[in-house]
């Protein structure tokens, strides 16, 4: 029996999926680029939002980890990026991602079993992208009041500026920034989020 002549539009569809090269081209065109800014905006409109949930929820933890035989308590840093890369990766992988990609883990990412995997869900993902802030015009360091070459950070995560230094706390308004490639004694950058614009790299 002869067989109908393949669809054109069949062929076109799954020619990614059969050849590795332009499978990984389309892969990068699938990314919702467009959606990277506006995740950016939700996920830390939910830091700032649930912060104080998140600070009550450690009180309380602490307390109880401290009598507890055989336990003890992390520090605040280390339950709020617990929480944090698990919201990072509902709210911002899951929404500009498709399934063959992942991000970069946000900040320390998740150290519940720090020693297995840093990632709450998909344990075993091999980052794909990551998110890295442009300058719109001029990145102030807020540290060193210098304008910063953000292509020579990586991007860490939210803080906010207090007294003299950074931390952990609402309401997020800028950016910690790492320098790329430095093991110890890294220099780190804080710029508002006001002067960065958001993008995705392919790593």
Sequence with gaps: MACAPSSPVLTNYF??????????SNLVNFMKVELVAPAM????NHLVSGFETIKLA??????????????????????FHDWA?????????????????????????????????????FHNAIPT???????????I?????KVADLSKFDFEGFVSTSGEWFDVSA????????????????QQVIVSKEQIE??????
């Design 15 to 24: 020619l990614p999926f059969i050849s590795g090269v332009i499978f990984k």
């Design 41 to 44: 905006e939700n996920f830390r």
């Design 58 to 79: 450690y009180e309380r933890y602490a307390k109880e980890a401290e009598n507890r035989p055989s336990d003890f308590a992390v520090t605040f840093e280390e339950y």
């Design 85 to 121: 890369q698990s919201n990072w990766e509902l709210l911002v992988e899951r929404v500009i991602c498709n399934p063959n990609e992942s991000l970069v883990i946000y900040g320390t990412g998740s150290d519940y079993e720090t020693d297995i995997h840093s990632r709450v869900f």
């Design 129 to 139: 992208h990551q998110i890295v802030c442009v300058a719109k015009i001029q990145a």
């Design 141 to 145: 360091d807020w540290i060193s009041g």
């Design 171 to 186: 309401p997020f308004d800028h950016v910690l920034l790492s320098e790329k490639g430095v093991i110890s004694n890294y």
């Design 198 to 203: 958001w993008r995705v790299n392919e790593i």
